[in-house]
Structures are given as structure tokens and as C-alpha cells.
DNA sequence: CGCGTTTACGTCGTTCGTAACGATA
DNA sequence: TATCGTTACGAACGACGTAAACGCG
């Protein structure tokens, strides 16, 4: 058994059995990665695979459990790896991170230009997507980090950092009624108007419609984007009233736009930073979670460093403690 | 990296520090080992070992770190290999037990014979030490099974799976005092003649000092032996009153010793059998696990062998329900 | 000078890539 | 016939073992 052989298998399956593609992927070719797949069965005296005349077709029971182990091995060869950068004391390496829309846009900018000042010689990849799509970059393994609100169930096998909350803030165009109540704005108000708001059904999101659902109203909801510029695209023709993260309302919109906060109105959510159990944090990755979850002490990221699982981390943070991130210059405010 | 480079480095910590032993151990030439030390070490680009001029000192801390990494790797591989005899439906492979004295001569021969009738192919070792000479053994990695009473502390990482209960007896030459009395014998009754029992200090036993301890009566120990046959040969010259786990008690004492049961007089032990955690437990480690804790059903077995953790074991068995060891033909009774 | 490690070098087995072949849809 | 996997073979590489050198106590 060697590692390579692991390595090979892995790719087999994470194309799709394919061995041409897994080939082409390890750049080596395709008799060679055949052939070691044919040693490793010889030598564990199994097959891995079920054939289809010559074609791979299915794992076989065997094949789920020894991927499986060779899964652990292949992520401690590479902790083992890390290990050894840090310790030679590269700040040399890559980080990908995977984000939702909001965080890339409104809130990542600022953390990743302190992060490329910092290691310059890291190379950054920021992929976005939902909440889902966000999950199956985790399990297909090419993610360091991962962003995203509530959700934490697509999530289990990530070591979750909360990092900070946020409320809502409702957009409305300029001298819109709403800005001329003289009371807090309520719910009720808020259903009297078509919304646009984010799409319902990703994450915890849902949490909006349930806010209404529980004073028994239905809002009419126009219109559902994936992301906040198009949701103000929309309030400025005219269409509704939008309801986004406070992020996401920053400084420029306040030309010509109305912000209104919404604390109160909605729960508040939680937004993480999450990494893969059981993988060494290299010291540029332990920078990014301090820059991306300002709150955490030197004292906390280490303790973070040594969590072996989510309990540890979650011991370490009171959730009614975090800070509050608003939208434009209010950047991060401690919490009430 | 190589897998065969993370076994060498293994070696030669498990030998301590010591290529050319690692090398023997190995079954190949120290230079060849000594390179690929050095090759990884080139490879990671840092030392995993001081150097004392040209020996071995210590293990650096990146070292360490990398040979935790590479102890996970190798489990992993053994697994696949497990997995592999497994699913080849092999009977083959071989069994290494590590256990305390009054096992291996009282409770495990029948045991052994029984598992050599099903699985002769399987080659046993057995290993006698104390506690701390098995837990020694278990870290050394060489080991499947380990057998003891209490001093869970020693082997936290371990599974463990509670097997029987048992208690002391107390053996005395025919005719001896204590066995005309016509009332329960008590702690008291024994601190007035010597006695000769187990060493005190090593783990659990010391449960036997305490009991006297807590009714303030200071025994006069007179000879502490590693085994009962030591004992029973002292109590047998009439160097004083033996106590000895039941188990120990057999049939042929009775002949010429008076076996008195002291069920209440100090606290049941547990013993139990114990495996590394994360291993793969093969058909014929199941079926011992079944052979030495006889009270296990067939479903806790499949339990046991997808238990991730020790709570997963010890939510499958009340302590207060484990049958209960005697001497003699009495050997195993139910929980009372 | 003995013990243990490293260096040097020749041998042998393994891996890899190219090219040809086989099978399947 | 296009796609995908296996077989065949030669070149390059790497691991291993023997022999010798080196450094330390």
C-alpha cells in the first residue's frame, strides 16, 4: 500500500470513477493511475470498485470503508504537511474560502486587504455561493474555510466559529410613507407593502417568514433575490420594500435610499467561519478567523487552535455576547 | 512522503531513537532506514530529531507533532489492511492480549481453548504484566486486547467493555479459625490474623486497603505477592489469611484450603477488555470480545464495533447488571 | 576502540509515459 | 467510431544492501 495509490483512489472517486479524468487531474497518465489501482486491489486482495464491462461503475462495500480510512490518511498527510511549512515558518500557502453573496460583497472586502497586506504570499480563492452549493465545496474538499449564517446542520462535519450577529434593515426609496411614522416600525407595517427580500427557502433565512407567520401575517413578497444589489435595484424602481442585512446597506445607498434598522423585528442571525475537523490551522488561517471574528482573544484563538471538537469552541463563546455588525460606517459595535 | 518513510520514523521512536534497532525491528539495513529519516526530513524541511553529534537526542517539537500525525496514518492503513482480510472473509490473522496475572491462570485458558477451536488459523500471543506493564504495552502499539481491573485512568485510550464483576475470596488452611465462626466474617474478624494478598499499590487493589481504612482498622500484611499462587503457597505454610480475587480460588484449593466467599466485605471490581479506539475490530476480535464478556448480546456486539467513543460503550451496559465471576464450577452467575 | 550514524556505490525492483490493444455503447 | 480501461515495453528513478568512513564517548 502506498500513499500514492490512496491518493489515486481518492481522485477515482472524486471524478466521478473516472480514472481518465483522475488521471488528468493528478497530472500523470492514465495507465499509470489504472495500474496502481489494480496493485492496490491485488495487494488488499479486494475489489474497490464494481466494473461495468470495463468501466467503473459503482464502490463496492469494501471500497466505501477503505476510502473512507484513506480519506483520514490523505488529511493527515497533509497536516503533516502544513505542520511542516509552519514550522519552517513559511507565510507561503493558499487559503479558499467559501462565502455567501453578502459576506463577499459587504463584509469580507476590508478583511481581505488586511489579510493580503499581512501574507501577501498566500494566495486567496473566495468562491461564492448558497448555502448548499457552499456545502458541497466542503465535502469535496478544496475548501479551507467556509462563511455562511444559521445553516448549521449543512455543516456538521465543519468546527464552527461564530463570529459575529446582525439584524435587518428595510431599504426604502427616498420620502417613502415608512420613513414617516413617528413610532417604531412593526411588522404589520412592514405586510402592508410588497417586499423584496432574499430568496426564502436557503439557510436561515426562513427565519423572516417565520417572524411574520408568528404575528399571523403574510407579507406579499414580489420578489426573491439571491443577493442584496439586486434586492436594491429593485426598491429603487419602485417595485417594494426590501429587507436586507444591515451589511448590506452600506454608506452609498444612503443617497438615495432610506435605511431603517429592523433590530427587534427579526431575530438576529449568527454568521460563522468554519474549517474542517481534525486540520491543522496554519498561522496565516488562525489570522484570517481573528480578522474575520474581531471579538476573539489571543487567548481564545489559541484555545480554538487545540478544539478537538465543536463543543470546545462553543464553550469558549456566550452566543448573547457576540458583536453586533450593522451596515455603512457602524461597522461592529459591541454587543447590547 | 512515504508511507514506508512514517513507518521507519515510528521505528525508530519506538526503539528509542535507535536507527540501527529500529533497523533490526524492521527487517532491513540501518542505512536504509537512516536515509529515509533523512528524506522526509529533507521532504518536510525540518528536523523531527535533535541531534547528539551524530546519535539521536530527542524528539523536536515539530517531531512530535509529525509522529502523532504519522501513529494516526498507520492506524488508518492497518484498518484498510483489516478491512481488507475482513471482506476476504480470511479466518487468518493473529491476536495479541496483554492481561494481569489472575486472567491469564484463572479466567482466560478456558477462553483460549475455546478460541483456538474456532479460529485456529489465528495466531494468539499472550502477554502477563501488571497495570502499568500493560498500559506500556498498549502504548508501544503492539497490542489488541487488554485485560484488567479498574484503573480506567491508565487506559484512556482505550475502549473498554465492562466483561464480568467479581470478588474477593478469602482462602485460609483447613481447620483455620476464622472457619468456625458462626456468623458472617467481617472486616474486623480478618485484621486480627496476617494477611497476604496482592501488592497494594497497583491499580484498583488499593480498593482492599481502603475498605479497612474506612472502619479505622490498620491490617497487618505480612507478605504482598504479584499472583495468587504465591499467595496461596504463603497461606498454605500458615504465613497468614490469603484474600485473593474469587476467580483465583479454583477447585483443586479446596482440597487443602478452606475458601471463604467475602462478597460485602470490599467493593465488586470490574474487569474489563479494552482496544484502541479507531481500530477496525475483526470477526475473530468480535467473537473473543464475545467469549470473554459472555453477557454481551449479539446486537450490543455490533454496537460495540460502530462505537466512536466510550460513552457509545458505556450507554450499552448498566454496571450494576454485569454478571458477577466466582471460583470453582460456579464460574459465572448472574447480576444478583 | 566500540558504538552508532552517515556516505558511497552497485543492484534490483517499481513507477511512469508512450504506444498499441480490447471492450463497450 | 468514440470513449474508456488494460496490456506491453523501455527508460528513469528510487529503495535497498554491502562496504567503508566518520564522530563521539
Redesign the pocket.
Known sequence: M?L??LK?LLA?VDNG???????ERM?????????????LEEELGLQLFT??????GGITPAGHQVIDRARIIMREADNIRSLASEFYQEEEGSLSIATTHTQARYVLPDIVAEFRKRFPKVGLNLHQGTSEQIADMVAANNIDFAIATGSNDLFSDLMLVPSYRWDRSIIVPKGHELTKLDRKITLADLAKYPLVTYVFSFGGQSSLKRAFEKEGLDPDVVFTARDADVIKTYVRMGLGVGIVASMAADCDDRKDLEVIAAEGLFPRSTTWIGYRKNTVLRAYMVEFIRLFASHISAQQLDDIRRAASQEDIDRLFDPARLPVRGGCSDSVTEAA
Open positions: 502506498k500514492q495509490q489515486y477515482i470513477m473516472n480514472i481518465t479524468a483522475a488521471a497530472y500523470t497518465s492514465q495507465p499509470g493511475v489504472s495500474k496502481q489501482l489494480k496493485l466494473r461495468k464491462g470495463k468501466s467503473l
